[in-house]
């Protein structure tokens, strides 16, 4: 008779999550790629497993569930956010000691600033899934002098990818410098909004994730330091109230 289930069966993509090796829309596009074997066999996105069966990515063998973990780290210029073992500049050649982690979300090669890096792909989801708007704060430096047009003109919503930035706050600084809180993360979001408005951008600096504040007095740049999970406290998303990660003391 064989040994009961660890866990009950659960989809591939999120087992996958759980298990640290990526978020689940990674983890759909992996098998999409057919880098995913299950049991000897290529996987598909309905099958549900638990760590009794053989799974492999990418050739190798995943080990199960793994304790969930998050760090932050204080990011370079430099480092480019692909988990790219070939590129001297990857993240990968950054990362702790131990169990695998990997970014969420991401920040441009040439920006600099805080960065989140987790082996929780439901964390992962929740952090850049366009449903929990989490806010992520930056200071920003552009070539050309601001003023109370250009910050109005920002925070109200600009044209780019065919679509209107939602509304932000804006604030400046000093005569070139502003900070600016998203609550969306399109692909190089804020320079594209700078140089709709007739900036460029010179220096990009992230210093808040939701509650997490970048301290470069107590996190140097290029530095990982871990920290609990519970020390991060997400706003409630638009439709799951009561998520696991919701606002608690920490």
């Known amino acids: 008779m064989s040994e ?11 087992y996958l999550s759980h298990c640290g ?11 999409e790629q057919g880098q995913v074997q299950v049991n000897g066999r290529p996987a598909n996105h309905i099958d ?12 190798k063998r ?3 569930l793994a304790e969930k973990q998050l ?28 169990p695998r982690v990997y970014p969420i979300g991401r920040l441009d090669k040439d920006s600099r600033g805080l960065l989140l890096l987790t ?26 002098d601001i003023d109370a047009q250009f910050c109005h003109q920002m925070a109200q919503g600009v044209p780019i990818d065919d679509q209107i930035t939602l509304p932000c706050a804006v604030r400046q600084l000093d005569s070139a410098t502003f900070s600016i809180i998203l609550k969306q993360g399109l692909n ?26 970048l301290d470069p007095h107590v996190l140097a740049e290029g530095d990982v330091r871990q920290i609990k999970l519970e020390q991060l406290t997400l706003a409630p998303s638009k439709t799951e109230h009561d998520h696991r990660y919701r606002t608690r003391d920490a």
């Open 21 to 31: 090796v990526c978020s689940r829309r990674q983890a759909s596009r992996l098998i």
């Open 62 to 64: 995943v080990s199960g």
């Open 188 to 213: 190089r979001q804020i320079r594209k909004m700078a140089k709709y408005c007739g900036r460029r951008v010179i220096d990009l600096n992230r210093i808040r994730i939701a509650n997490l504040i």
């Open 71 to 98: 760090y932050l780290y204080h990011k370079p210029v430099g480092i480019d956010c692909k988990l790219n073992a070939q590129d001297p500049h990857s993240l990968i050649h950054h990362l702790p000691n131990g």
């Open 48 to 59: 549900h497993v638990n760590d009794q069966d053989a799974i492999f990515v990418s050739g």
């Open 4 to 14: 009961p289930h660890h866990i009950p069966p659960m989809r591939l993509a999120k």
């Open 119 to 144: 082996n929780d792909g439901e964390l992962c989801n929740t952090l850049i899934h366009p449903d929990h708007h989490q806010e992520k704060e930056y200071i920003v430096t552009v070539d050309r």
